[in-house]
């Protein structure tokens, strides 16, 4: 599959997409964003894959929507349900853990795209900026929604608000980010991390991120009867079977996947 506005890599079982817009500090376009809906499409369906890398080209993440696609004509509503919501959604329902490699700036919806991505790991020089307030709009791209749940609702008001950028340090402490990496680093240690999550049991990391993601709004008994559903496929999957057996034999899981 070619992209024009993406990079597309395959290593084991990690697959790397890199937003590939360097010039512009890889800011969306409308063809950017339906590569991306795409790229994660056909990972989901690719059974070697077990990971996804989300990157980006030279010194930014991404500086979110290229605003030269907007004028006083643009129709917000539209846009964001045409262009956004779709990569969101294929986010969100890819059973595959997602790793957004904050390699430099994100901005603005770019900031969106990493708070949907499952875990975070940020370079040392990079930051978080949220862009929104600058222009007179709201923060979109689902970062309203995400935002609150990782950090509460004081802290994700200010960020949303007031925009002071967020750097790396700071935002490993708020939760936002799950790891910090030195440049000289980075390039090792995502790829480590990377190596790491492919290789968990992938049935039960699918289950996870599906009801957590629905206990946010489940009532408490809804959700114990989700979780016992749940439980009973994870209980049946080979990759268990061989965690029972790695921990009677004391030894490290090979999980399969299966």
Known sequence: MNFETLLVEKKGK?????????????????????????????????????????????????????????????NHASFLRERYHPMLQALKET????????????????????????????????????????????????????????????????????????????????????EVFDEDEWDDKVEEFAERVANLPTKAFSLIKRYMLDSMHTEYETFLEQESFAQRIAGLTEDHQEGLRAFVEKRKPNFTGR
């Open 14 to 74: 990690v697959l790397t997409i890199t937003l590939h817009r360097p010039k512009a500090y890889n800011a969306f376009t409308e063809q950017m964003n339906r590569e991306i809906v795409k790229a994660l499409r056909a990972a989901t369906k690719d059974e070697r894959v077990t990971c996804i890398v989300i990157t980006g080209s030279g010194k930014a993440f991404c500086s979110g929507q290229d605003l030269a696609g907007v004028d006083e004509n643009t």
């Open 95 to 178: 059973p595959k853990p997602v790793i957004a490699a904050i390699n430099g700036t994100a901005a603005g919806a770019g900031m969106g795209l990493a708070f949907a991505c499952d875990f975070r790991l940020m370079k040392h020089n990079a930051k978080l900026v949220s862009a929104f307030m600058n222009i007179g709009l709201i923060p979109d791209s689902g970062f309203l929604y995400m935002l609150p749940r990782l950090v509460g609702y004081g802290k994700a008001l200010e960020i949303a608000a007031l925009g002071k950028p967020l750097l790396a340090e700071e935002s490993l402490k708020l939760g936002l980010v799950t």
